[in-house]
């Protein structure tokens, strides 16, 4: 089984400040990873996701992430943020193999963004 | 418009009424889900469907039926709900297809509040 912690429940930023939402999971397999932003009062949107290959991803609306497979986290970084940045966002893991969209969330890490 | 059309967005029933959630993906996707939100909880997994048959239930109570009659529509049929039910139902799609991690696209979810 997979587990996935958010270790922030809330990070209040200023505009133009840089931003870091930590991830960290845990899994037996190896896994694919996923971060998703949720604006209120909306579904999910996929910000970016890490399947192989280079472990620095880089996503939509200026956002990247950094797997660290040692030590089993997939931060989310933006150099410099918005307004429009606030937003709940959930860092998910999927397993490989078989487990298609068998996506397991972490609890979800509130931005809010201040001018 | 995220290519996932959940209806109704708000409901509200009571306990013993019989309602259903609808949800339609125009994404040419084979696979779909029921996920669930509620407050201070991760996003739970409730459902899946490939190709219209149901591939996992995530002990889900029997309150809540699931029905895919094809691959673009996905239903959840609720009766006699209890209160601690209400939260937030988020249907997804995916196209089911192994190495590519599966992107899931969320519906704007259906609000549903039991009284």
């Known amino acids: 089984a997979q587990s996935v912690t958010q270790l922030d429940s809330q990070v209040p930023v200023f505009e133009e400040a840089p931003v870091e939402l930590r991830c960290n999971y845990s899994s037996s397999v190896s896994v694919y990873l996923f971060w998703y932003v949720q604006y209120p009062n909306q579904g999910l949107q996929l910000l970016l996701k890490?399947?192989?290959?280079?472990?620095l991803v880089k996503g939509i609306n200026g956002f990247e992430a950094e797997f660290n497979k040692s030590q089993t986290s997939f931060h989310l970084r933006k150099p410099s943020v918005h307004i429009s940045d606030t937003a709940e966002y959930f860092c998910?893991?999927?397993?490989?193999?078989?487990?298609?969209?068998?996506?397991?969330f972490g609890q979800g890490t509130i931005l809010t963004v201040h001018p | 418009e995220t290519g996932v059309t959940q209806t109704p967005r708000h409901l509200v029933m009571g306990m013993t009424n019989k309602k259903s959630l609808k949800c339609e993906q125009h994404?040419?996707?084979?696979?779909m889900y029921w996920y669930k939100q509620s407050a201070k909880k991760p996003l739970e997994l409730m459902f899946v469907y490939n190709f219209k048959e149901q591939t996992e239930n995530n002990s889900v109570p029997s309150r809540f039926s699931p029905e895919c009659p094809n691959s673009s529509h996905l239903f959840l049929h609720l009766h006699t709900l209890q209160p601690e039910d209400s939260a937030l139902y988020l249907c997804?799609?995916?196209?089911?297809?192994?190495?590519?991690?599966?992107?899931?696209?969320f519906g704007e979810g259906s609000w549903l509040t039991v009284v």
């Open positions: 997804a799609s995916s196209l089911r297809d192994r190495g590519t991690g599966n992107t899931i696209y």
């Open positions: 998910a893991v999927e397993a490989g193999g078989t487990s298609y969209g068998k996506l397991t």
């Open positions: 994404l040419g996707h084979n696979a």
């Open positions: 890490y399947l192989s290959g280079s472990t």
